[in-house]
Nanobody, 128 residues
């Protein structure tokens, strides 16, 4: 029902910045919390960041806190991930995801089972 399309991934150098976008359609955008999850080569998917419906509360994995910023524009049905000071360890496919149920608490959004809809992913490669 809900469709998510990521864009913005590309090859960059360590220390560079990059912004990813996720466009949503097929549902009422404010009914969903939105998250970013990534999967590096040979690794399992890991939570990166999430934001509640009004953009007022955000959560981050320790590995990206202070470097990445999540935001959303409800008028455009779009969520963003601004990535600064990129490291080779950030190389991964980045997925956008939507959660129907919204609660306060980072532990809730860090669980991948929370999310009901997923995009196809966009590749981010950080060279040294």
């Amino acid at each position: 029902q809900v469709q998510l399309v990521e864009s913005g991934g590309r090859l960059v150098q360590a220390g560079d910045s990059l912004r990813l976008s996720c466009a949503a359609s097929g549902g009422t955008f404010t009914n969903y919390a939105m998250g970013w999850i990534r999967q590096g080569p040979g690794k399992e998917r890991e939570f990166v960041s999430a934001v509640r419906w009004n953009g007022g509360t955000a959560y981050y994995a320790d590995s990206v806190k202070g470097r990445f910023t999540i935001s959303r524009d409800n008028a455009k049905n779009t969520v963003y991930l601004q990535m600064n000071s990129l490291k080779p360890e950030d190389t991964a496919v980045y997925y956008c995801a939507a959660a129907k149920r919204q609660y306060y608490g980072g532990g809730y959004y860090a669980s991948l089972d929370t999310y009901d809809y997923w995009g196809q992913g966009t590749q981010v490669t950080v060279s040294s």
